[in-house]
């Protein structure tokens, strides 16, 4: 028997499950089921990414410093408030090892992101999960979740395997409603999509206890490179970067992140094209009698009539080499959460689950 035992909390997490990529004897499958850009990324992050290759010998920068100086252009942001990690799971990760440990209790909702409870458990804290409303982020149950113990909310919002988004002034109530000692992180992984959004960049510039996360994962189509960001005021960034190891990131990831944040023409291109796809894919259900909310994100949350649906539309759809996501471990099983793909994707999800519809009816 080992005397090596992890610490409290450790034993506790479940592992973060990814959206499969492989359908058993298909070379090719339609994966829908992690919300990645159908265009992939960039050109110039390409570019960028393989003439990095010339310098792999080379240290990278530990202040991230163009790259900031990028992210701040493009968004208008002080890039003395932005810190960089390896995706935005990092950062979120700094934020519960700098301000939550054994004892705390870090906020979740309902059908929030997996990976909020992980973080706080990670840490030694307690995950303490709130209700939704009808899959929307309620304001009222987290402001009565919270106790002298709590350190951090966690909101994405838009939300995902929702799509919903709470509007700016229900998220000002909610930071109005927190004590100062509580730090709201307001996860804009999403923000692209929704057209007009400032992902919480402004919350940051008037409270002094919000965080704003963002990534590259999503719109800029960079996910397999892992680079995401944060901003907050300077005294959050400090205490953050304390704990970032000076070589978190890498010249390759940054060379292709700047490339990418200042490459607004195909960032703006993605979001029209998903704005299309995802009116008519949502249409398209609604018409075969699938419940679908409007979603603000890539991605739609269709629902079924019951689990045992959700589970046969999900087999019909990988029948014909569609991989989408299930979400019964987001306390949604009667759902499945679909990437909204390009033209022909989404053409092929529509017609793959009509067909399901008209087998129902016809059995
Ligand atoms: C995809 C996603 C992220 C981004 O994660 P990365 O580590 O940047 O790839 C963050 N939050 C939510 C809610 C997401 O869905």
Not at 334 to 354: C, K, M, Q, Y
Request: glycine fraction near 8%; proline fraction near 4%; charge should be negative.
């Amino acid at each position: 028997m080992t005397q090596i035992t992890p610490k409290r909390g450790i034993m506790d997490i479940a592992l973060y499950v990814s959206g499969e990529s492989r359908l058993a004897g298909r070379d090719t499958v339609l994966k829908l089921s992690s919300n990645e850009n159908p265009l992939g990324c960039s050109d110039a992050a390409r570019a960028a990414y393989a003439a990095a290759a010339d310098d792999l010998h080379r240290y990278p920068n530990t202040d991230h410093a163009p790259l900031r100086r990028a992210i701040g252009e493009v968004h208008g942001l002080d890039p003395d408030r932005i810190i960089c990690g390896v995706g935005s799971d990092e950062v979120l990760q700094f934020v519960v090892h700098a301000f939550a440990g054994a004892g705390d209790e870090v906020i979740t909702t309902e059908h929030g992101f997996s990976m909020y409870p992980i973080l706080a458990r990670m840490v030694g804290a307690a995950p303490v999960t709130v209700p939704e409303a009808e899959r929307r982020i309620d304001i009222d149950a987290i402001l009565a979740a919270v106790t002298d113990r709590t350190r951090v909310v966690f909101i994405a919002n838009p939300a995902n395997p929702t799509g919903t988004m709470l509007t700016q002034d229900e998220v000002q109530r909610l930071v109005d409603g927190l004590p100062q000692s509580v730090l709201l992180v307001h996860d804009g992984a999403y923000t692209e999509f929704a057209a007009g959004a400032d992902g919480g960049a402004g919350l940051v510039d008037r409270h002094s206890n919000v965080i704003m996360t963002r990534t590259f994962s999503k719109i800029h189509g960079l996910g397999g490179l892992r680079i995401g960001w944060g901003y907050a005021s300077r005294q959050i960034i400090d205490v953050l970067n304390r704990i970032r190891q000076p070589f978190n990131l890498s010249n390759a990831q940054m060379a292709a992140a700047e490339a990418a944040i200042r490459d607004t023409a195909f960032r703006d291109h993605c979001a029209d094209l998903n704005a299309r796809m995802r009116e008519r894919l949502r249409n398209s259900l609604i018409q075969m009698g699938i419940g679908c909310d409007e979603s603000f994100a890539n991605f739609v949350l269709a629902r079924f009539a019951d689990a045992p649906e959700a589970e046969a539309a999900d087999a019909a759809l990988r029948a014909d080499g569609i991989l989408v996501r299930r979400v019964s471990s987001y306390g949604l099983p009667a759902a499945l959460r679909i990437t909204v793909g390009d033209e022909e994707g989404v053409t092929r999800v529509i017609d793959s689950l009509g067909r399901f519809k008209a087998d129902r009816r016809g059995a």
